[in-house]
Nanobody, 118 residues
Framework: QVQLVESGGGLVQPGGSLRLSCAAS????????MGWFRQAPGKQRELVAT???????NSADSMKGRFTISRDNAKNTINLQVNNLNPEETAVYYC????????????WGQGTQVTVSS
C-alpha cells in the first residue's frame, strides 16, 4: 500500500524553478513530521527540509532562501518550492514521513527525478 505519492519532478534549466508535491494518507499527515530528502548519483541521501504538524520548519543551510516547504492541510499534502536550481542539484527527491514513537518510524515515497540541465 503506497502511503506517500510524489509529483512535480522533471527537467529544468539552471536557474529555474520547480514545485514538488507529496500526498500522504490522513493518518500519516496528521501525526508525522513530513519532509524532503534528495540523493544525487554516487552520493548519500541528504536533508532538504522538514516540516512538523505544527509548521516548524528545518532546512539545510545551503538551501535556505531558495527552497520553501509548506503544508496544505486540506489536501494532506506538502509542497516544496525550489528556486534557482543548479546542475549539482540534479537528484532523486524523496518524500519522507517520520515519527519518533509510532511504528514504522519512517515512510518513504518512491522518489521523483529532478534534472537541472541546459
Amino acid at each position: 500500500q503506497v502511503q506517500l505519492v510524489e509529483s512535480g519532478g522533471g527537467l529544468v534549466q539552471p536557474g529555474g524553478s520547480l514545485r514538488l508535491s507529496c500526498a500522504a494518507s490522513s493518518y500519516i499527515f496528521s501525526r508525522y513530521r513530513m519532509g524532503w530528502f534528495r540523493q544525487a548519483p554516487g552520493k548519500q541521501r541528504e536533508l532538504v527540509a522538514t516540516i512538523t504538524t505544527h509548521n516548524t520548519v528545518n532546512s539545510a543551510d545551503s538551501m535556505k532562501g531558495r527552497f520553501t516547504i509548506s503544508r496544505d492541510n486540506a489536501k494532506n499534502t506538502i509542497n516544496l518550492q525550489v528556486n534557482n536550481l543548479n546542475p549539482e542539484e540534479t537528484a532523486v527527491y524523496y518524500c519522507n514521513a517520520h515519527h519518533t514513537i509510532y511504528e514504522p518510524n519512517d515512510y518513504w515515497g518512491q522518489g521523483t527525478q529532478v534534472t537541472v540541465s541546459s
